[in-house]
C-alpha cells in the first residue's frame, strides 16, 4: 500500500447491492470522472489529481443513468467516461443494451451540459460464449458509431483472469494508461 504522502489515489470501490438503484449514488468531485463496473475498480493507483473513478461491481448502463440523473457535482465534470456494458453481455435484444446506452449519455448530458462524454470500446475475452460476443460486438459496433468513444486496447495487451470477464492486473494497468492517453 502507498503511504499517505506518495499522491497516489485509488478507484473508490462502491458496495455491492442488490439495491443498486437505491444505494448507489456520484460525487463528482474532479474534472475528469470514470464510472465504470467492477473492472475499473482494478486500475492501480494513480497520481492524476484531477482524475475520479468510481467502480460500480455489477453495473450496466442503466444504472449509470440513473446515477448520473441524480449525481451531485463539487466540481463540474470536463470529461466523463462510461466504462459499462460487460454486465449485460448474455441479453439477446442488443437493442437493449444500446437504449441503455443512450440513456445513459442523455442523462450525462443532461446533467453535466458542457462534459465531454466518452464511451470506451468494450475489451472481452474471445473465450466467452458466441451468443455473449455477438450482443458485445453489436453494442461495440453502436459505441463506434454513434458515439465519442476510445478505442479499444489493442488485442496482445488484453487479458482476463480465469472467468473470462474480469481484467488481470496488466491489462488494468494498460487500460487506465490507454484511456489517459484519449482524454487529453
Not at 167 to 178: G, I, V
Request: include cysteine; charge should be positive; proline fraction near 8%.
Amino acid at each position: 500500500m502507498e503511504p499517505p504522502s506518495s499522491g497516489r489515489r485509488r478507484a473508490t470501490r462502491h458496495i455491492s447491492t442488490l439495491r443498486k438503484m437505491k444505494d448507489w449514488h456520484v460525487t463528482v468531485r474532479n474534472k475528469i470522472l470514470i464510472m465504470g463496473d467492477s473492472n475499473v475498480c482494478r486500475f492501480p493507483p494513480f497520481l492524476d489529481q484531477h482524475l475520479q473513478v468510481d467502480s460500480y461491481p455489477g453495473a450496466n448502463f442503466r444504472h449509470a443513468a440513473a446515477l448520473l440523473s441524480r449525481a451531485i457535482a463539487i466540481t463540474p465534470p470536463e470529461i466523463i467516461v462510461l466504462a459499462f456494458g460487460l454486465n449485460r453481455r448474455s441479453q439477446r435484444a442488443h437493442q437493449t443494451s444500446v437504449k441503455q446506452l443512450q440513456a445513459a449519455l442523455r442523462a450525462a448530458k443532461l446533467r453535466f451540459p458542457h462534459a465531454r462524454v466518452l464511451v470506451p470500446a468494450i475489451n472481452f475475452s474471445p473465450a466467452l460464449p458466441q451468443q455473449e460476443k455477438f450482443s458485445l460486438l453489436a453494442l461495440n459496433r453502436h459505441i463506434q458509431e454513434h458515439c465519442d468513444f476510445i478505442p479499444p486496447l489493442p488485442r496482445e495487451k488484453f487479458s482476463t483472469e480465469a472467468d473470462q470477464v474480469h481484467w488481470s492486473r496488466e491489462t488494468a494497468a494498460a487500460m487506465l494508461d490507454h484511456w489517459c492517453e484519449h482524454l487529453n
